[in-house]
């Protein structure tokens, strides 16, 4: 096994250097010590070679040398139980460059006494039973050094998390007995009493109080749970009424909590990595994070303020978000071609948290204006009204229509990650269908469930999406036409390794009335286009009437399979097939399959999908280009 001398590297380094300075490291570099391994392998080996690496064998005589290289590879080795190596140094070339190392290992130590122990009110604490259940270390076990550490580790961050915050070691030794290969582990936790949530002080925010105390996952007197505090502050940010949120223990040095990114990362505070109601956010993070934090805020925990009654006050300190924020987007897809959207968003109105989102959006074939006005309730983020309205205006294909709508409707978000809600509906919609044309004015109520779950949302590495809804008309309450509607929607997005990209989906909807020639087209059925059966153009597959012009249909069926294969970086290439039609029943079913090629680039705007899709079932067409930007979800 052989380390790589370090000057090849230093020619990579930045070009700006001077010559000199380039000779100069070059020469320095070249006395670093070469080293190989022979009689050992695996992790113990790669850590001699580690140790070593450091060493400059100009800096040394050779007799000291080899006492340095010698002391350095036994602390290597015993740190994976070896104690009583034999080892043998070779040393070549004038002056020297590399050391070959002979190492018999000898026997390894195992663990013969392993003394774990909780005293204090961790004691009946059920999450450090847990870690004692599952230690990592076990008696038999060959000693390593890094077991030890992590369970440590476990235990300290622990104590910091659930708020023992009075927490030590009065006994941690391992006791090594080369002569016996065995050592004995003796590391018992005093973690003192646990703290508990204090007085809870928030300052600066334009929302009532009484609101934003509705929103806490604890209360005064409750058991300190770092937990709660970053559920508290994802919760604030999730309402979006805040352009800056601080929620943390009250210190007297809070700046200890304060720490370096690592290279090349952004790290958020603490208190906001974690995971919120399923969904993605920051697990991740958080775990990579997790024993880093616990060092330097246990430092800082033993500076709380004194409290015989072991209480924590926490300080919530915020900012409140700008009132009004614009934005503007440019885009293409074949299928409408330029299109611009302009977004004004009030993300609060007024000390209730009401908020208001326009959207203006202006495409060739379509043009429309929506907004929502919401209105939160006892808990703002799992309950709400929700007022919509919305004008629209189509022409594509052989369909031309003016639409007015609008809904209220009441809103639940559940833990699962679900939501319901329960609407009441009016359109007004002024449309020529084909040879068709009416004004219709419907009242409907009706009642719908999504969920949407992704990792990575820009380019999701994992996620799924489902939606079913169910509305209902009739004349007996004054519409003008009396149906039954029911839509149900699924994508399902997995990874194999890096590299292997899998997209699933289907669309289902059907619509039973007696009155169909009062249905006006946004509630009838077409398929085909980027999101529906690619190799078709928008919305140009339902049944046609005697001219063969495009009428909608009573039923839809969409389904699509798509597999992606990471070419390089960011791109990635794809082979899809797309199937499905509208149709007026069952019987008449007559699927239109399309099938292609794909390259998908994740720029810095959002993924760029482009696809050469043929129509198999249009002798008219022999492909079709699909372009869109944006994520699948």
Known sequence: MRLPRTWQRAWHRPWRWSLAGLCLSAATAAQALDVEIEGLEGPAADN???????????????????????????????????????VAIRFTGDPIEEATLAITPGPRVTITVLDLSITGDAQQDEAFDDVLADPGLEVGDPLEHAPYDSLRGKLSSLALQRGYFDADFPTRRMEVRPWEQSARIYLHLASGP??????????GSQIDEDRLRMMLPFESGDPYLAGQLALYNQRLSQSNWFSSISVHPRLDNASDLALEPPSGRALAPWWQEVELDGESAARQAEREEADRIAQQALLAASRLYPDQRHEVPVDVTLVPADR?????????????????????????????????????????????????????????????????????????EDTNSLEISAEVSRRWKFDNGWTQDLFVRTTYEDY???????????????????????????????????????????????????????????????????DNRFIARTGLGAIQTNDFDKIPPSLRFFAGGDRSVRGYSYESLSPEN???????????????????????????GA????????????????????????????????????????PYDDEDNDYRIHFSIGPEF
Request: no cysteine.
């Open 324 to 396: 009004h924020q614009f934005e503007v987007g440019i885009g293409y897809a074949t299928d409408v071609g330029p299109r611009t959207r302009f977004s004004w968003t009030q993300p609060w109105m007024n000390s209730a948290g009401h908020s208001l989102s326009n959207e203006l959006f202006l495409s060739a074939p379509e043009q429309e204006f929506s907004g929502e006005y919401l209105i939160p309730l006892e808990n703002p983020l799992r309950d709400s009204y929700a007022i919509n309205y919305g004008f629209q205006q189509v022409d594509n």
């Open 546 to 572: 005697d001219d063969g012009e495009l009428v909608g249909g009573r039923h839809l069926l969409t389904a699509g399979l798509e597999a992606q294969r990471r070419i390089t970086g960011d791109w990635w």
């Open 48 to 86: 001699v070679v580690l140790y070593l690496e450091g060493i400059e064998p100009s800096q040394y005589r050779e007799e000291r040398l080899r006492a340095q290289v010698r002391n350095q590879a036994l602390e290597a080795m015993r740190v994976f139980g070896y104690y009583d190596p034999s």
């Open 575 to 614: 082979a899809f097939v797309d199937t499905g039609n509208a149709f007026n029943a069952w019987s008449a079913l007559e699927v239109k399959t399309g099938a292609g090629l794909g390259i998908r680039w994740v720029s810095p705007v959002g993924p760029i999908r482009f696809d050469v899709a043929h």
């Open 194 to 203: 646990r703290y508990r949530f204090g007085d809870i002080d928030i300052q």
């Open 432 to 498: 020529t269908q084909a040879d068709e044309e009416d004004q219709v004015l419907l009242y409907y109520p009706g009642i719908s469930w999504s969920r949407t779950r992704s990792r990575n949302p820009i380019f999701p590495t994992w996620g799924d999406r489902q939606r079913l809804a169910l509305a209902y008309s009739d004349t007996v309450w004054g519409s003008d036409a009396t149906f039954l509607r029911a839509t149900l929607d699924t994508q399902w997005l997995r990874m194999i390794g890096n």
